[in-house]
């Protein structure tokens, strides 16, 4: 969850230039300017910048360059001078990285991007402004903090690692050579992902630059995928269309009911006083409903502008047509439709979900779904109602995989059942979400707390009975009763080619 698409969506009034102050208005909730006006001109801009900067028309070092001032120009016309915080970041670190070395360059990234980004949030939210997004320029560092802390992994893992040392996914990502300051300069500021991302990884970016979006994927197949021929160079226009289409039906929807079943109403008084239990769980869920548009219209838009620069490009599906979800940050009908908190997580802030995968959880040796929380907290900002929500969530993240590994097996013998099954963890799914988010809304942790408190914090203690009742092994034994099961059909792999060479 970005806690800065808030800033984008949940403006008092409109905003002219980076430090422009916002006025309150409780009657309505309107789009910030600057954002709209810099997007749209981002999606012009990128179909220009696919047509006529295309590889085959012009130089990796021409395309970074263009890519790199203007979203330098996009940064300076909607946070004013604060956008030289996001030079002054990707510089410092770049500096580390040149300076410590490979061996060390990774640790001394993570903690001086996310240290330098939490200052500005704790500087932002108690001294300037508790509570208003107003020019919040940190909604654009946590995206280059994600891009500064991944890059120095990946540039750790493909020069100070052995190859038998990282799993599949990091040996696709690592980086063999360090690089260049334009290079880093223009994946950390480029003008398609420079105010709402997402995230990608380093290689992709420059695959994208250079012209070979999916070479260093391995993605070819000798040109066809089910006898249909590829295109080396397939359009994102029908991509792009039917994403825009969704970014319009997911504004118009939030702009509708936004204001219908606001969030702060689970916390009235009156409402908890006179409204029955059942009544204030289905209000729980619609009201926090309502808040699923706006992000769905940010992220999808931002996919859009990367689409629209040819960017995004994932090999073709098994009918042979171009996908364009390499950077994707959402699945809404997966996230609708969710029946665990894991296949939730999954599809929600996809690239922010694979940051703290390959940063935090792949490589803590201890409580790694803890650590993972704990970091996801840390850098979405410094309101107390992040860290209740990450918190909430490491106890039910537990209770669901215990549910899962002890309770769905009896579930899978007939269709009848397993859809029975569905339909309960659906529910309980989506209510466990909405539980889980609400101090994310309210940010402060009065009301946070009293919510908790008017619901007897029952998922909270549920969720601990049942992580307590229902054990499941720690995931170093799971992997190690996993590689004994793939060596042997490895060895009879083996034997069986061995028997064929020796008949031949």
């Not at 808030?6 to 009657?27: H, I, M, R």
Request: hydrophobic letters at 40%; glycine letters at 6%.
């Amino acid at each position: 969850m970005y806690s800065y698409v808030e800033q984008y969506l949940d403006q008092w009034g409109f905003s002219v230039g980076g430090a422009t102050k916002c006025k309150p208005n409780d009657n309505k909730i309107m789009l910030d300017v600057n954002f709209v006006v810099c997007q749209l001109c981002a999606l012009l801009t990128a179909v220009w910048f696919r047509l006529y900067l295309h590889p085959s028309k012009t130089s990796p070092f021409v395309r970074h360059v263009v890519a790199t001032l203007l979203g330098i120009y996009f940064a300076l016309f909607c946070f004013g001078w604060y956008a030289l915080h996001f030079l002054l970041q990707s510089g410092i670190t770049y500096g580390i990285m040149i300076l410590t070395g490979v061996e060390h360059m990774h640790k001394y990234c993570l903690v001086v991007a996310l240290g330098y980004l939490s200052f500005c949030q704790i500087t932002r939210v108690y001294v300037f402004d508790y509570g208003m997004y107003s020019a919040d320029f940190t909604g654009p560092m946590m995206v280059i903090t994600q891009k500064i802390t991944s890059v120095a992994f990946e540039i750790h893992d493909g020069m100070a690692r052995k190859e038998d040392q990282l799993n599949q996914s990091q040996k696709l990502l690592a980086i063999r050579r360090m690089p260049s300051l334009l290079e880093y300069f223009s994946y950390n500021c480029n003008f398609m992902g420079i105010l709402a991302g997402p995230t990608c990884s380093y290689n992709d970016y420059i695959a994208f630059i250079e012209g070979t979006p999916y070479r260093h994927r391995d993605l070819e197949t000798k040109g066809k995928v089910n006898g249909k021929s590829r295109l080396n160079d397939p359009s994102p226009n029908t991509e792009v269309i039917r994403k825009l289409a969704t970014c319009f039906i997911s504004l118009l929807v939030f702009l509708s009911v936004c204001k219908v079943c606001p969030v702060e109403r689970n916390v009235d008084d009156d409402f908890i006083a006179t409204t029955p239990f059942y009544a204030q769980v289905v209000y729980l869920y619609l009201s926090m409903l309502t808040t699923r548009p706006k992000y769905y219209f940010v992220w999808t838009l931002a996919d859009a502008i990367n689409n629209a620069a040819g960017f995004g490009f994932n090999g073709y599906d098994s009918n042979g047509l171009p996908r364009w979800d390499l950077i994707s940050n959402l699945r809404i009908m997966n996230i609708e439709l969710a029946t665990s908190f894991k296949v939730f997580l999954d599809n929600w802030n996809i690239q922010t979900a694979h940051w703290l995968k390959r940063v935090c959880y792949e490589r803590c040796p201890y409580n790694p779904t803890a650590a993972t929380f704990l970091l996801s907290a840390m850098w979405h900002g410094a309101y107390p109602g992040y860290y209740l929500t990450f918190l909430t969530g490491i106890v039910i993240t537990l209770a669901a995989r215990a549910v899962r590994h002890n309770v769905r097996p009896y579930f899978l013998g007939s269709p009848t059942l397993k859809f029975v099954y569905d339909v309960i963890t659906w529910a309980a799914t989506q209510i466990a979400i909405c539980y889980t988010v609400v101090p994310f809304v309210l940010l402060s942790v009065g009301p946070s707390l009293k919510f908790y408190r008017s619901w007897y914090f029952c998922i909270h203690i549920g969720c601990i009975l049942l992580a307590i009742a229902l054990p499941v092994k720690p995931r170093h034994l799971r992997l190690k009763e996993q590689q004994p099961a793939v060596q042997p059909s490895l060895e009879s792999t083996d034997s069986n080619s061995n028997q064929k060479q020796k008949a031949t």
